[in-house]
């Protein structure tokens, strides 16, 4: 069992720059690709990025360019640096673990999921 625990988010302006962490739970961290997802208000959950265990990382295209995604093994914590904000990427933003070396775009691919920490970027 994982638990995962967002922190960082609160409200921006456009342009500013956010760092998201997650820290997880458990002994065996380093054995999970990581990702972060986000929904907005009215709109299903969205793939942001993801991070393998060996440190591949991937990204939607909305964010390439804006969305760095790291991990440190040692403090079980994965963080989503964000560049550039913008109105469009108010969201919640979910730090979610995965039982598997690689990644997933897809939402029910992944095992666990933190409660989410709100972005809200006013223009």
């Known amino acids: 069992q994982v638990q995962l625990v967002e922190s960082g988010g609160g409200l921006v302006q456009a342009g500013d720059s956010l760092r998201l962490s997650c820290a997880a739970s458990?002994?065996?961290?380093?054995?999970?690709?990581m990702g972060w997802f986000r929904q907005a208000p009215g709109k299903e959950r969205e793939f942001a990025a993801s991070i393998t265990v060996k440190n591949s990382t991937y990204y939607a295209d909305s964010v390439k360019g804006r969305f760095t995604i790291s991990r440190d093994n040692a403090k079980n914590t994965v963080y989503l640096q964000i560049h550039s904000l913008m109105p469009e990427d108010t969201a919640v933003y979910y730090c979610?673990?995965?039982?598997?070396?690689?990644?997933?775009?897809?939402?029910?691919?992944?095992?666990?999921w933190g409660q989410g920490t709100q972005v809200t970027v006013s223009s």
């Open positions: 458990g002994r065996t961290f380093n054995v999970y690709a």
């Open positions: 979610a673990a995965r039982r598997s070396p690689k990644w997933s775009e897809i939402a029910e691919t992944w095992d666990y």
